[in-house]
């Protein structure tokens, strides 16, 4: 969380498989309920119901205004910044973003669904929160991610966000962005770790439980045989080429350009990819929600907020 006079900033990455701000990183999945449940830490409690954030992740769904779950996700991620700062109330300006091709669509929908309240008062882990919601920006995904990076990229450079959900890619040439070459291709990490808990199944006729898969991934230790190891190999070696597949579709030339990978997924291309030259892994899942931020900042303080 940024601060810009007594303007609180939070930058929030509604990510479906994972809900990211500038600090914090928890599964996208929301759960609401009328009773308190018995487990009741890190529980919301708005409007007479009660919302457990974080038990599992969220299913792809392009339109983000479809359901209260976002909404939800953001009194989370705006609560969870606030008690790190030690403060329980005070004015918010908004800092999100969307997928590069349905940003224009989106923005203006999206704006209304997050401000449908300007004061917002909810309970979060014992203690009430007093918001004044007083603005929201929403950006493009990807850019944000490397605004502080685009002093470096003279010439041509692409810039590819891989998601849960999906893979956004944008062209840049001497720090400006071309806004035709944006793109976005549902092709997250999501629907391969779904792909190896089938080939797991079809193979050997056991269900991999899917925290086992993405700790895998992201190289966190886990307990798995060879022969498990071998087919999560195999189907990750498939999910590299067909990444790499859709960086091509779109004129990646490793010789002609210098390639940004971000996201969660630019941790699966670290470790598993052979692309090397020229390009850049940003690896802190964060990147988009600081960016968010920063921009929005910017903005304020030109605007003379």
């Not at 004061?119 to 950006?139: A, P, S």
């Not at 490397?146 to 041509?156: A, C, I, Q």
Request: hydrophobic letters at 35%; a negative charge; proline letters at 2%.
């Amino acid at each position: 969380m940024l601060k810009h006079n007594d303007i609180n900033i939070v930058g929030i990455d509604h990510g479906f498989g994972n809900l990211k701000t500038a600090n914090i990183v928890v599964p996208s999945g929301v759960m609401v309920y009328d009773l308190e449940p018995p487990l009741s830490s890190g529980l919301i409690t708005f409007n007479g119901k009660y919302i457990a954030v974080g038990g599992n992740h969220k299913a792809f769904n392009a339109d983000k205004t479809e359901d209260d779950d976002n909404y939800y996700l953001t009194l989370y991620g705006i609560a969870r910044e606030f008690s790190l700062a030690g403060i329980t109330e005070g004015d918010v300006y908004l800092a999100v973003g969307l997928p590069l091709m349905w940003v224009s669509l989106q923005r203006e929908s999206f704006s209304k669904y997050l401000t449908r309240n300007e004061n917002v008062e909810f309970d979060f882990n014992g203690r009430h929160y007093k918001i004044h919601i007083v603005g929201v920006k929403v950006f493009p995904q990807s850019y944000c991610a490397v605004y502080d990076k685009l002093r470096e990229m003279d010439g041509f450079s692409m810039i590819t966000d891989i998601g849960n959900g999906t893979i956004n890619i944008m062209k840049v040439n001497d720090r400006k962005v071309i806004n035709e070459s944006c793109r976005t291709e549902r092709l997250g990490v999501g629907r391969y770790v779904t792909d190896i808990q089938n080939a797991v199944m079809n193979k050997f006729q056991n269900i991999i439980d899917e925290s086992i898969v993405t700790n895998y991934l992201i190289g966190k230790s886990v307990t798995i045989t060879k022969e498990y190891e071998e087919v999560m190999l195999h189907c990750i070696d498939e999910y590299i080429r067909e990444v790499i597949s859709v960086f091509r579709k779109y004129d990646y030339n490793p010789d002609l350009m210098k390639l940004y990978v971000v996201g969660g997924g630019a941790v699966v291309m670290k470790r598993f990819s052979q692309l090397t030259d020229n390009v850049t892994y940003i690896t802190d899942v964060c990147a988009n929600a600081k960016g968010y931020e920063y921009m929005t900042k910017n903005f304020l303080r030109k605007n003379g907020v």
